[in-house]
């Protein structure tokens, strides 16, 4: 089979380097072009980047030249890791040039005809990009994965949510490092410490608005976001990689803490059919012992791919409550990214 070929804007960067390792082998993409800052435009990639994961560098790669990041890549369409303010602008030329772009940058993702996609919970989605071609004029579209942290908890919350009814969430977070990109945090400022409100109130802000155009639907016209309460503290913890967030729940119809844990276990979705490549099966995997999930012991898991829940208990004040766990660069961008790539080749808007 002639694989599709993708571009990576930002690839030197976290998100980017996490990329090219998860498009290592891929049955179905390979990596035609890399791209970043003009900093780093011109140089060998294994020169330009500073390769941080343990995973070794494809030797292919190593050696490719770096391209600006600019429309006349020579790939079928491009993966984004670009930081936000420059998205805002080069994913819409890209975009406008003709290009699917499927981005992990928060620029978009709430865009009237945008879709911020988790494959499991809202395929159906994808169908925005119809309407949002019209707008741009040509074959090119942005489709977005969510923040890192609202992946992990959108995932739990849809299975919930079908089985009784979501009336209103709080959350607290303690996100890894490497959410932050490279360099990210000062080691003075988080050895010893735990850094509360990630962006000044921004992260907190994704976390309670994301979820409710996620579990919407598209109408075909627009987006129809859900209107229920979600509560987010966000805090920067000294983690490698791996999201732990405590959350609590209201329900709108009686539960017991069983029925909550069957609910994550039954969890089926649209794309099991599918059979996409990344999509870890089961995509919930719930844990018996109380003190798991753990970042460094089950942030791995189905290859980073699956998120894993704690033990549902009564919570006094809000109902239900348990953690949930995911790996920040692999399921809450990089991974997040392949496996919406994935769909829309399936459903034919790649390729
Ligand atoms: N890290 C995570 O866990 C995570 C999770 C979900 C979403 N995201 C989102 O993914 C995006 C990337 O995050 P990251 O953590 O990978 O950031 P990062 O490590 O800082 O990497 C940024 C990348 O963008 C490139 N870049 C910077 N300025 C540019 C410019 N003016 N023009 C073109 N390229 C430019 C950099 O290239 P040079 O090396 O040449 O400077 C680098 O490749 C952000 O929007 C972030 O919010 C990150």
Redesign the pocket.
Known sequence: MTRIRAGI?????????RLIQVLDDHPWFEVAAL???????GKPYGE??HWQLEAPLPERLAGLR?D??RPGLDCDFVL?????A??AE?EIEFARAGYPVVS????HRMDGDVPLIVPEVNAAHVEAVEAQRRRIGGRGFVVT?P??SVIGLVIPLAAIDRAFGLEAVHVVTMQ?L?????P?VASLDINDNVLPDIGGGEEAAKIESEPLKILGRWTGDRFDDRAFPISAMTHRVDVRDGHLEACSVTLKTPASPDAVEESLRGFTSDIDALDLPSAPRPAILVEGRADRPQPRLDRDRSGGMAVTVGPVSRCPVLGFRFRVLSH??LR??AG?ALLNAELLYRRGWIG
């Open positions: 804007l930002g690839a030197t960067g976290t998100v980017g380097q791209a970043a800052s003009d900093h780093s435009a330009a980047a770096v600006a990041c984004s890791g670009l930081p936000s420059i998205a080069v992990n940058a928060s620029t994965n923040n890192c890894a490497s959410g932050a990109g490279y990210g920040n660069t809450g961008a997040a």
